[in-house]
């Protein structure tokens, strides 16, 4: 069970907008953790999309887009297109509360279905 | 353009240990700015941060396999390396390497590696 809880799936047909939700606690996002996004094609290795809760690096469309709020965070997609279906993973850093060290988490991952 | 590439024996024996190498190319691994990690993910399943290693040598280890994980950096090679011990199957995974940014506030991998596989069996 993943730390960061993101919905198992989404769908959307092309050219409509789709939000990923991204949900933590008190000891990581909601500590003021940055939360990151990366984007997963078939068969291929994590891509970094969204850094910082809100900035694109260069080369991601703007279509792309983070934001956080409390203890949650959220990565939308404009302008649905085939080539973004693909898994979709936060992560950000959590410190255990139990022996002060902190971690890496991410959360479980979204399956992006283009209809 | 920063490259990494991921090497190593594609088939480990339960209690031995896995062993990967990084080789960077197109950066330092001097760099100030950055640390170089590892990350993986079983089959199937989410990605699991192991650890990163700086220049220096300092390092950061997931708790879960902090008994167990060792990084390190051979800045002369531009190299950093992997060890996992006493593997089981559980460890079979696609294993990355990654250049990673990390602050007060943010700990991310900015560039990944293409991944290899690595599986646990006699």
């Known amino acids: 069970q993943s730390v960061l809880t993101q919905p198992p799936s989404v769908s959307g047909a092309p050219g409509q907008r789709v939000t990923i939700s991204c949900t933590g606690r008190?000891?990581?996002?909601?500590?003021?953790?940055?939360v990151h996004w990366y984007q997963q094609l078939p068969g291929t290795a994590p891509k970094l999309l969204i850094y910082?809760?809100?900035n694109r690096p260069s080369g991601v469309p703007d279509r792309f887009s983070g934001s956080k709020s409390g203890t949650s965070a959220s990565l939308a997609i404009t302008g649905l297109q085939a080539e973004d279906e693909a898994d979709y993973y936060c992560?950000?850093?959590?410190?255990?509360?139990?022996?002060?060290?902190?971690?890496?988490?991410f959360g479980g991952g979204t399956k992006l279905t283009v209809l | 353009q920063l490259h990494l590439q991921e090497s190593g024996p594609g088939l480990v024996k339960p209690s031995e240990t896995l062993s990967l190498t990084c080789t960077v190319s197109?950066?330092?691994?001097?760099?100030?700015?950055?640390?170089w990690g590892w990350i993986r993910q079983p089959p199937g399943k989410g990605l699991e941060c192991i650890g990163s290693?700086?220049?220096?040598?300092?390092?950061y280890y997931n708790p879960s396999l902090k008994s167990r994980v060792s990084i390190s950096v051979d800045t002369s090679k531009n190299q950093f390396s992997l060890k996992l011990s006493s593997v089981t199957g559980a460890d079979t995974a696609v294993y990355y390497c990654?250049?990673?940014?990390?602050?007060?506030?943010?700990?991310?991998?900015?560039?990944w590696g293409k991944g290899i596989t690595v599986s646990v069996s006699s």
């Open positions: 990654a250049r990673t940014r990390s602050g007060s506030t943010y700990y991310y991998m900015d560039v």
């Open positions: 197109g950066d330092s691994i001097s760099s100030s700015v950055y640390t």
């Open positions: 290693v700086f220049h220096s040598g300092s390092t």
């Open positions: 008190s000891s990581n996002i909601g500590a003021g953790y940055d």
């Open positions: 910082d809760n809100n």
């Open positions: 992560q950000s850093y959590d410190i255990s509360l139990s022996s002060l060290s902190g971690y890496v988490v």
